[in-house]
């Protein structure tokens, strides 16, 4: 089957150096690559992103409000041969050249690969996201995301923004535009999220997650998402978020230490 993929993915002179960029980058390794699938894949992605009705969860609170589905067998097949080829073995020796991360593992659930779409008013707070997966119990290594909205504007915001260690200063931001690939290293640091969108009534922030992993090395301990307030956000919003994520991941460590897969597949 003919790869869906731009044909410089699997250039050892165009890997090495993106490598290099990759792990130079400012704050934490990442990335932001223009045209990473071939441009009637995208154009095929977007023309038919499952609706919101085909959505796995919605979430909408303090730090979030945004829509997660992973169901590809009720969307069109090019997702699922997507997800397929990215659980490649030649893929993902693709992906450790270009990351220097040996050994991934790309898992077949909602922790592994799925879609993302927010709406007018659609939020991401700034958060470094959960460290093991809670079932499997594999370390979260690479975030992977593919965002496909065209003729998306300046206007409607939603970039992909990049924070330092302590969430005092963004160190890049990326529009999410249609077949732009963002590619980051996960880690107690690797601060991430989107600001509020403002868009037409019909439009959305469409974009295609993967998350891949190793298996855990010693001293990596499990937490949660760990949400942070902006610093433009006031005192009052630091204080909740703190409050909350402190009585969240409290409660998540118990439930991990405990092992209670089937809790954490019931509600997550």
Same mark, same amino acid.
């Given at each position: ?121 659609? +939020?991401? *707070? $700034? ?5 093991? /997966?809670? &079932?499997?119990? %594999?370390? @979260? ?71 891949? +992993?190793? *298996? $855990? ?5 499990? /937490?949660? &998402?760990?949400? %942070?307030? @902006? ?38």
């Amino acid at each position: 089957m003919e790869s869906v993929f731009d044909e410089k993915i699997y250039n050892e002179d165009w890997l090495k150096k993106t490598h290099d960029e990759f792990k130079s980058a400012k704050g934490f390794p990442h990335i932001v690559i223009d045209n990473f699938l071939k441009s009637d894949i995208a154009d095929t992605l977007y023309e038919n992103f499952p609706t919101k009705e085909q959505m796995r969860k919605s979430y909408k609170n303090l730090n979030e409000q945004k829509s997660e589905g992973s169901g590809f067998d009720q969307y069109h097949p090019l997702f699922a041969q997507l997800k397929d080829e990215l659980r490649t073995e030649k893929f993902k020796a693709a992906f450790s050249k270009l990351t220097g991360i040996d050994d991934l593992i790309l898992p077949d659930d909602h922790r592994g690969s799925g879609v993302h779409q927010g709406f007018d008013g659609s +939020y991401l *707070d $700034v958060h470094v996201d959960f460290s093991i /997966h809670p &079932t499997l119990k %594999k370390h @979260r290594r690479l975030n992977l995301l593919i965002f496909l909205n065209k003729d998306w504007k300046e206007e409607y915001g939603g970039h992909c923004e990049f924070w330092n260690e302590d969430v005092t200063e963004m160190i890049g931001k990326a529009l999410p535009i249609l077949n732009r690939a963002v590619i980051f290293e996960c880690s107690r640091y690797s601060f991430h999220g989107y600001d509020t969108i403002h868009v037409p009534e019909g439009e959305s922030r469409k974009s295609f997650y993967s998350y891949f +992993y190793t *298996d $855990v090395a010693p001293g990596v301990k499990y /937490h949660d &998402t760990i949400f %942070k307030a @902006r610093p433009s956000e006031g005192k009052a919003k630091k204080i909740k978020t703190e409050v909350k994520e402190g009585s969240k991941n409290f409660v998540k460590r118990v439930l991990y230490k405990m092992n209670l897969k089937k809790l954490f597949n019931k509600y997550e």
